[in-house]
């Protein structure tokens, strides 16, 4: 009877024994499946193979992806500015896009000077727009984007290469007239696309003689065709406070062009040049 139940006590336990080893078998080849791939990857050492394991879960792109520093004004003006500078706006003290009496009084202050507000800072304009990515050069295309879109006339810097090379030149071309290859000065071309801003006849520029308002010119006209001719190509500050930026903050304009936009106004405001 003994010897029956010791047989049958080492039966069972090479059962839970052989039970043990399956169960152990089983668990090791659902790790080995589920594990597969990362096994598989780590064996792969290729650069490729290298590359996917530390790739980031997302990539990061700048807008559409154009390069810094390739970036038109009015792609600026449509991912930065456009917060502040929107034509319907609700920004105080920021001008708005189209809004020409409110960029009159900035473009009459010179291009160099509204470059210089935008890549320092001024007020509660926080500097670049408050993306330092922008270069100085993104700055200045955004500005002349803007100020060309509110009766202002600047030249941007060129993209190199790109479209803003083009576009630089067409604007150039077409704020100076040119007949037979030669550059003709045309007085009212000029005052549409620059002097308006202050001197048109509804400006709210102070200071600023308007067109067509005769006595605004009076004074200014005693002083002779050669005064004033020097003081809108050099700049000038009135005793009144007024001030009239060199060449009306276009250093493109040549002195002819200028001079020609002089005679214009006079001759629309009761003078004869």
């Known amino acids: 009877?003994?010897?029956?139940?010791?047989k049958a006590q080492g039966s069972a336990l090479t059962t839970l024994i052989g039970g043990i080893v399956i169960l152990l078998a089983v668990l090791f080849l659902l790790v080995k499946l589920a594990t597969s791939g990362y096994y598989s990857d780590?064996?792969?050492?290729t650069a490729t193979a290298v590359e996917t394991r530390i790739m980031p879960v997302g990539n990061l792109t700048m807008g559409d992806g154009t390069p810094?520093?390739?970036r038109t004004g009015e792609q600026i003006f449509n991912k930065i500015c456009i917060q502040c500078h929107a034509a319907d706006s609700s920004v105080p003290n920021s001008p708005k896009i189209t809004h020409n009496g409110e960029w009159a009084p900035r473009i009459a202050q010179g291009f160099a000077t509204l470059i210089k507000h935008a890549t320092e800072g001024f007020n509660a304009m926080p500097a670049r727009g408050g993306d330092t990515t922008l270069t100085d050069d993104e700055v200045a295309r955004a500005i002349a984007y803007m100020a060309?879109?509110?009766?202002?006339n600047l030249t941007p810097p060129p993209v190199a290469g790109g479209d803003g090379a083009a576009s630089a030149a067409s604007t150039a071309?077409?704020?100076?007239?040119?007949t037979d290859g030669a550059k003709v000065a045309d007085g009212k071309a000029v005052f549409d696309s620059l002097c308006m801003a202050c001197h048109n006849a509804n400006s709210a520029?102070?200071?600023a003689p308007k067109i067509t308002h005769n006595a605004d010119w009076t004074v200014r006209l005693k002083q002779g065709k050669d005064t004033l001719f020097k003081h809108a190509i050099e700049g000038y500050t009135g005793p009144d406070g007024g001030i009239m930026p060199a060449k009306g903050?276009?250093?493109n304009l040549s002195d002819e062009e200028v001079k020609?936009?002089?005679v214009y106004m006079v001759n629309q405001s009761g003078g004869k040049f």
């Not at 009877?1 to 010791?6: E, G, I, P, Q, R």
């Open 249 to 251: 903050g276009n250093a």
């Open 42 to 45: 780590v064996a792969d050492n």
């Open 205 to 207: 520029i102070p200071f």
């Open 173 to 178: 071309t077409a704020s100076t007239p040119a």
């Open 260 to 262: 020609a936009a002089v």
């Open 1 to 6: 009877m003994k010897h029956y139940k010791s």
């Open 148 to 152: 060309n879109q509110s009766g202002g």
């Open 68 to 70: 810094v520093g390739q």
